[in-house]
DNA sequence: CTGGATCCCTATCGATACTG
DNA sequence: CAGTATCGATAGGGATCCAG
């Protein structure tokens, strides 16, 4: 927005920087099963087939999508050990543990109000 | 979960209550507009041409659907003016209000990190 | 075990036009 | 002003099968 935008409406549009950032984010996490996995990855599980059993109903496809975009997000990282078979471990990097936290308040949130409808 | 479960994995299944509604909550806000649509309302606009101006790229028809959805989860409450013609005005419920506070910390968090790729 | 590839159905969303 | 109706394109996501 420009200053004589707010001039003249009284109210700034939505769309600087920290917003774009913030709402992206939530457009990342709140992707189907992207807030369970991050939480699973968070409480310490660290294989491909122990998230999978962590977070309900997750799918092998899902996950691995999810994986790719959260690791691509930079919030989560990958790592192979090179065992046989290899051994791939998917941990939290400091910016997804710093979300980890952002997010904290919100599960406080929840738990202080019920679902709606 | 059931506590067997725990001691049989090590970790729990991501599917306790408080987990559903934060990750309920983000798949709600986390569609898209609906972040800017609540920051807008929370910074003051109350009309929906008003919302509309000040959400970039956001359409009569996306605001209608978001603004149902908002309305319906508890976080906006809508008010009609008997005037001529009518005005109708979208104000944060407390809960929204709420769960914008609740929302700060990923705002700075959005500050802290440059988006990746 | 950790995924990739494919199929296919559905939900989502943008554009446009229309109404009380 | 504050929406609704309709259409078409595309993205999301489940199921299944396959591979290093």
């Known amino acids: 927005m420009t200053t004589s935008d707010r001039l003249a409406t009284g109210w700034e549009t939505v769309d600087d920087e920290q917003c774009r950032r913030a709402t992206s984010i939530m457009e990342l996490v709140g992707r ?3 807030g369970g996995i991050l939480l699973a990855v968070g409480r310490g599980a660290t294989r491909f087939s122990e998230i999978v059993a ?3 109903g997750l799918s092998d496809r ?7 975009e959260l690791e691509h997000g930079g ?10 078979p290899v051994t791939v471990r998917y941990r939290l ?9 952002s997010l904290q308040p919100l599960q406080e949130y929840g738990r202080r109000w019920e679902p709606q409808a």
């Open 32 to 34: 189907r099963w992207s």
């Open 62 to 68: 899902m996950l691995a999508v999810r994986l790719k």
């Open 93 to 101: 990097s400091p910016r997804g543990r710093d979300l980890l936290a």
């Open 75 to 84: 919030l989560i990282d990958r790592t192979v050990e090179p065992t046989v």
């Open 54 to 56: 962590t977070v309900q």
